[in-house]
């Protein structure tokens, strides 16, 4: 959705232009429906199955539109007026428009041209011609994106744009291929959504995420011109292959087809390992059990467009069962991938041609480490630590791994420390940047986003998407709120997108600070401190709830201008996220001066207990509304209130809480890396880059590329630097200096994230954000987004000092660092300086 097309609407008319690379310039007009003209649409019968499906969509998609439904046909003579001829480059068919091609190989690519009285039977021919069958299928959903016709028709409600007359003004065009090969999502955690709305409302026939599910979530993959899925697998679900018409529907929509990190083979084990008869999934004690279960699947699959994961793990996501080292896992895993290799060879063929991965996701990083000689074909899947930092990336030697890199990166999570299942709220600038990072060590062979289960994570997937075909155009740091506003615009109208832009980016910059999901701060979270600061009750909190209460006014206020055809997509897009945002943030942040007032003025208590409650209530509304009430009851169990029941969305028990005491606010000096610099020298071109949106600055900075070589130089002669000056009216004893960085980790299994500090020309002390698995320390920083490091010194006296931050590892992005007394609380936020 980068504004790729540009829009001018004349009078009636639509005029469109494709800008590409490569496209000629050279324009002409193609009239699909007028007073006098009514395109036809042609396909190849002999063509992929894709052709067909694709075809009859872009007449709906046009019927849509104007309310004229194009004739569709496969037979040539038929035909004699304008027509949309569709097929692939190679077929008998393209070949009597266009001619011989020859390109070979291409993937994923179409071309686009008008062509004049073609032959006898065609006045004027719109020819869409793809190198194989997904290529065609994107450009043809690219005229559909032209005539006015959204990805999210469908999945989000938003309207066509009504035009009575249709005519295109079109410039010759060649695409170019995707830049990552297989990018797709993965749906998971459907238990709360998809799952019981494909059950009750959208599939009762199935009663499940079956074949009529799938048919509409492969056609969404396609217009956003992604390929692959890894479907749901949760035990709410039967296995992807126990409907065969889901397999069927793959097929024909040629979406490729893997499985999740713990599903090797195309199996679903929560579904189709059954215990009682199959005995136990332990390589070590059943390895003929588990060998047979993968070999009936890779027979069964064999003709399936395919990625293989390979590897092995518990029934779901857990270690591997019976393993009792990481070197006993390690040595087991080695054969078991031979195994698994050796039935690919023996079903579908050589292993070197059938596209496998291997995803080293939570402990399986440590097998990986302990020396796992991976196949050089397979397809290294690196993971993000599943609140959205990419653990590790492949380093110079891994680079050269024939196979490549992929990244499987999460925008919704089940899990310990927290589960973040109902908002989407991951902000694309982090996805930006974690995503360029893996772009650019190579990681272009697979990216998977686990969606959750699709809503509301719409926006979200067309970034990712986007972002998959094309990182190039995303090289500038702001350019993720071009993309927003171009998607918002788009849908809403050029006010209304701007309007829109500016409030969901408040609500990534908000929950960058706490996600939602986050604020209970109870059970799987660390618990709430119970020394609560007067700057946190009087003015952080306050703060975060102005900011919510605003945008909760500006919603509302532009609801009711939005247009009534516009209302449900608005609900979806923009109300309920925001609105639902607002009110679970409100329900804690009033809790917390509910509690403040306990014992101390009973009517405020009263006040702010009436708050929670409300608050609490609104999510309930918010959700019913959803539900029962927007797109007729389309959606009727799509969205759930509470995920999983945590405590986060209860009503917050007040009592235990009461005796949180409150502590005066220590003074603190706070100094943002990007915006406070006096001087940075010896830094790379481009570099240090201030990253928008990126941290509680929203401006983190970050210090080298992300193939740069780390430098450990006793003397620091040779290392970048960025130096500070302040100065004190007092002298500071025990001062603590405390740096602030984003949560990430080193870039690739050889590198840290250290830096080295000075104060002033005294020695240099070095600081390490690395954090080890899933320590305390991790996922301390991944609730609250960010890495803290402090060093003590003995005293800074009045006057003035410098800070010089010296860099080491290419990693680190720096967001503000503080100085405070040693052991004196830091604020959560920024202060307002
Ligand atoms: O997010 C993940 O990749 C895993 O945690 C999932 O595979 C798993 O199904 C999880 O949602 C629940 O157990």
């Not at 003004?169 to 494909?198: C, H, M």
């Not at 071009?482 to 209304?496: K, N, W």
């Not at 701060?521 to 709830?545: C, D, H, L, Y």
């Not at 945002?581 to 014992?599: E, G």
Request: some cysteine; charged content about 25%.
């Amino acid at each position: 959705m980068f504004k790729q097309f540009v829009f001018l609407s004349i009078n009636i008319f639509w005029f469109c232009q494709i800008q590409s690379a490569n496209a000629q310039h050279d324009s002409a007009l193609f009239e699909v429906v007028t007073s006098t003209e009514k395109a036809s649409i042609i396909y190849d019968k002999h063509g992929s199955p894709l052709d067909s499906i694709t075809a009859h969509l872009l007449a709906s998609d046009i019927e849509r539109v104007s309310g004229y439904l194009p004739k569709l046909i496969t037979d040539l003579n038929l035909s004699s007026n304008n027509a949309i001829v569709i097929g692939n480059k190679q077929s008998a068919l393209i070949q009597s428009f266009l001619g011989k091609d020859n390109s070979s190989n291409e993937w994923e690519t179409y071309a686009i041209q008008v062509l004049e009285k073609p032959n006898s039977k065609i006045d004027k021919a719109l020819v869409i011609a793809g190198s194989d069958a997904r290529g065609t299928a994107y450009g043809v959903f690219s005229i559909s994106e032209k005539i006015g016709v959204s990805p999210w028709y469908w999945w989000a409600d938003v309207p066509p744009k009504k035009q009575k007359e249709l005519v295109l003004k079109i410039e010759n065009t060649q695409s170019k291929s995707p830049k990552v090969k297989y990018r797709g999502i993965f749906i998971n955690d459907e238990d709360w959504g998809l799952q019981p709305w494909a059950k009750q409302t959208f599939e009762p026939e199935t009663g499940d995420i079956g074949p009529k599910t799938y048919a509409k979530v492969f056609e969404l993959l396609l217009r956003l011109r992604a390929n692959s899925i890894w479907p749901a697998m949760h035990p709410s679900t039967k296995a992807f292959f126990h409907y065969p018409g889901n397999r069927k529907m793959a097929e024909k929509y040629e979406i490729v087809l893997g499985s999740s990190h713990a599903e090797p083979m195309l199996r679903n084990n929560v579904d189709e390992w059954e215990h009682d008869t199959m005995g136990d999934f332990n390589y070590f004690s059943n390895k003929k059990g588990v060998l047979d279960y993968w070999e009936d699947r890779v027979d069964e699959a064999k003709n399936v467009n395919g990625i293989y994961t390979l590897g092995m793990r518990g029934v779901h996501d857990s270690g591997m069962e019976g393993a009792k080292t990481t070197a006993g896992a390690a040595t087991m895993l080695k054969d078991i991938l031979k195994d698994q290799r050796a039935l690919i060879k023996k079903h579908i063929g050589k292993p070197e041609s059938v596209p496998q991965v291997f995803t080293v996701y939570k402990e399986v990083l440590d097998l990986y480490d302990y020396g796992l000689e991976l196949p050089d074909d397979v397809t290294l899947m690196w993971t993000d630590d599943n609140y959205g930092y990419i653990r590790r990336l492949s380093n110079s030697e891994e680079r050269k791994r024939s196979g490549g890199s992929g990244v499987y990166y999460h925008a919704s999570y089940w899990g310990r420390p927290h589960d973040y299942l109902w908002l989407s709220t991951t902000h694309p600038a982090l996805i930006r940047e974690e995503m360029l990072k893996a772009y650019d060590t190579g990681a272009d062979k697979i990216w998977i986003l686990n969606v959750g289960d699709i809503k509301p994570a719409e926006y979200t997937m067309q970034f990712f998407m986007d972002l998959a075909f094309d990182p190039e155009k995303f090289r500038e740091p702001a350019s993720y709120k071009a993309h927003m506003l171009s998607f918002y615009q788009d849908i809403f109208g050029s006010v209304e997108g701007e309007k829109i832009t500016a409030m969901r980016n408040a609500y990534y910059n908000l929950a960058w600070i706490r996600k939602p999901e986050f604020m209970g701060w109870s059970q799987t979270e660390p618990t709430r401190p119970t020394q609560v600061t007067e700057f946190s009750i009087k003015e952080e909190n306050p703060a975060r709830i102005a900011t919510y209460q605003s945008l909760t006014a500006q919603v509302k206020k532009l609801s009711p201008t939005i247009s009534k055809e516009n209302q449900d997509a608005f609900f979806q897009l923009v109300s309920y996220p925001i609105l639902g945002a607002a009110a679970m943030n409100k329900k804690y942040l009033y809790r917390d001066l509910q509690v403040y007032h306990h014992n101390t003025n009973e009517k405020e208590f009263e006040k702010y207990r009436d708050s929670v409650s409300f608050y609490h209530n609104k999510i309930n509304e918010l959700t019913d509304h959803y539900n029962q009430e927007i797109a007729s009851g389309k959606w009727n169990a799509i969205m759930h209130r509470a995920p999983r029941g945590l405590p986060v969305f209860k009503l917050p028990d007040t009592t235990i809480e009461t005796t949180n005491q409150t502590v005066e606010t220590p003074k603190v000096e706070i100094y943002k890396a990007v915006a406070d610099y006096d001087n940075a020298s010896k830094f790379e071109k481009e570099f240090p880059k201030k990253l928008t949106g990126l941290g509680y600055t929203q401006n983190a900075l970050q210090v080298a590329s992300a193939t740069a070589t780390s430098k450990v130089d006793t003397t620091f002669k040779k290392n970048a630097s960025l130096t500070y000056k302040f100065n004190f009216e007092e002298a500071i004893q025990k001062p603590q200096i405390t740096i602030t960085a984003i949560p990430n980790h080193p870039i690739n299994g050889d590198q840290k994230l250290r830096l080295g500090i000075q104060i002033d020309k005294g020695d240099i002390n070095l600081i390490d954000f690395k954090t080890s698995g899933r320590s305390e320390t991790w996922k301390l920083n991944v609730l609250r987004n960010q890495a803290r490091k402090s060093i003590e010194l003995e005293e800074l006296s009045a006057g003035k000092h410098t800070l010089t931050i010296y860099v080491i590892d290419p990693g680190v992005i720096l967001d503000y660092f503080v100085i405070t007394q040693s052991g004196n609380p830091i604020p959560y936020t920024l202060p307002k300086n």
